[in-house]
């Protein structure tokens, strides 16, 4: 069965210091990954997926398909980052009809 | 100019009453789909269309209905609300299933 586990609910950090938000998941296939943000009082927007493997405001995921993870990376955290961050998987592209599988979610606060 | 947009973006209701929600999406997206965030802020999928035909219900009371009288738009009709109704409530689209989906800024919706 398809799973996305987050395992931290809460995450702090200082300014200016590395962050990564972990992701793992479990999928009998290739799957899909995405990572969406939202800001507070905000929709939930897409931050980055890993077939597009591009940096989004500082911000890459690998997917590592041994260890099953796709962990969310920052060397320098800023104070608007602080987000609520999901993790999601699809199937590929028709195979789940799109549905999207979510991970609780990281709430990431960053300090001054 | 707003991508997905839904109304009311607040609703607070009585126990037993019937409410609506209404999404649409200017994108010219041919799938939607809605979402539940419950109050640990976990989402959950519910629904989704495409090309107004249902594809994805998982298991949501039969109080739910969804209705989707064009592309564009994906309403969600809930009767005899009850108190764990309560969360907020994410319309989304995309082109096709599988890829990038853009979400609605919420309904929060309040059952007392």
């Known amino acids: 069965a398809q799973r996305v586990t987050q395992p931290e609910k809460l995450l702090s950090v200082f300014k200016g210091a590395p962050v990564e938000l972990k992701c793992n998941y479990s999928y009998s296939g290739s799957p899909e990954l995405f990572w969406y943000v939202q800001y507070s009082r905000q929709r939930l927007q897409l931050l980055l997926r890993h077939i597009s493997r591009e940096s989004i405001k500082g911000f890459t995921a690998d997917l590592n398909k041994g260890e099953t993870s796709f962990h969310l990376k920052k060397p320098f955290a800023q104070e608007e980052d602080s987000a609520m961050y999901y993790c999601a998987l699809s199937g590929p592209r028709g195979s789940t009809l799109g549905r999207l599988y979510f991970g609780r979610g990281t709430q990431l606060t960053v300090w001054p | 100019d707003t991508a997905v947009s839904q109304t009311p973006k607040y609703l607070v209701t009585q126990m037993g009453n019937d409410k609506s929600i209404k999404c649409e999406q200017n994108l010219g997206h041919d799938t939607m789909y809605w979402y539940k965030q419950d109050s640990k802020k976990f989402l959950k999928i519910m629904f989704s269309?495409?090309?107004?035909?249902?594809?994805i219900n998982e298991t949501v009371p039969n109080r739910f209905s969804p209705k989707s009288p064009d592309k564009a738009h994906l309403n969600l009709h809930i009767n005899s609300l009850e108190l764990g109704d309560s969360a907020v409530y994410f319309c989304?689209?995309?082109?096709?299933?599988?890829?990038?989906?853009?979400f609605g800024p919420g309904t929060r919706l309040t059952v007392t």
């Open positions: 989304a689209s995309s082109q096709d299933t599988g890829l990038q989906q853009y």
């Open positions: 269309y495409n090309n107004k035909e249902l594809i």
